[in-house]
């Protein structure tokens, strides 16, 4: 039996927007019907472009948003229901940049230890203790504990951030961007430690990622989101080795290869990205998509199941895709 620790179901929000002068306020919905769940020990990776509602979701998923509509489950019960504190203690963010989510004005131990504070550790006196123990888990020397993040280099302070997120031991671990900010060289030192903290720490991950080298590289699972939706959802391996939504194949066509004779890859995308406040009709991806048919302006597409996940794609709808594909 699989053993989920985040759910979300057909989760909306929609922010009201101004539409300009005298013109009052449009609905903009970041995140329009989401479904998913993540079992214990998996990595997530939420891709898609900027944009698409993955910093939208990851923010509902961590309760500091609350969905418009629709529910979000941690281990079953609605978040909505748990206390903040508690909250806290079970999900934790990595932002993605080093530079600008940890205080300047305070120490490293005192930022690594900031959760033992807020959320109520009883025994102050252990505070430096831990503190140190988690440095050395992320890699970080202790002597470092008096320093301020202005004296770290990058990769210093992102496992200052890592180590203050997994101080009071969470059960789930938002990682937004956790690398980008980073040079190249730095980047897989990062993800290798997430990867080892992963399993010593029975953590689970959600991933939000541009980089699809990462995501190969860390996830277990991934969901392609277009404009509020989760188009496509597989497993790593199946998503990287056959795409079946056209967008997901449109991103994996776009990565760049070391070959300066290849040129840039030509994804067929254009490069006009449509308007959420006023999304195209049927599947919004239809303006776009290589393989659009004459229904997909009208019909808006279903989760087809696909090897055990899914695509929203009318090409694999019986009644909607195949039957009435032109040739």
Known sequence: M????ISAKDVTRTFMI?????????????VNGISLEVERGDVLALVGESGCGKTTLAKMLLGLLPPSQGTIKFGGEPVSDIDRLKLAGLVQPIFQD?????????????????????????????WRRRGEEMMEMVGLPARLFNNFPNQLSGGQRQRVAIARALIN?????????????????????ILNLLQDLRKELNLTYIVISHNLAVVEHIA????????????????????????EHPYTRALLDSVLTPDPSMGVPDTQLGAAYPNPVNPPSGCTFHPRCAKVMDHCSAVAPKAIPRDGDFAECHLYDENEGKGRQAS
């Open 2 to 5: 699989s053993d989920i620790v």
């Open 18 to 30: 101004s539409a300009g002068a005298f013109r009052g306020k449009k609905p903009l919905h970041a």
């Open 98 to 126: 080093p530079y600008s989510s940890l205080n300047p004005r305070k120490s490293i131990g005192s930022i690594i230890t900031l959760p033992l504070r807020v959320q109520g550790d009883p025994n102050p006196e252990t």
């Open 169 to 189: 031991n969470p059960e789930v671990v938002i990682c937004d961007e956790p690398t980008s900010a980073l040079d190249v060289s730095v980047q897989s030192q």
């Open 220 to 243: 277990t699972k991934v969901a392609v989101m277009y404009l509020g939706r989760i188009v496509e959802q597989k497993d790593v391996e199946s998503l990287f080795a056959a795409p």
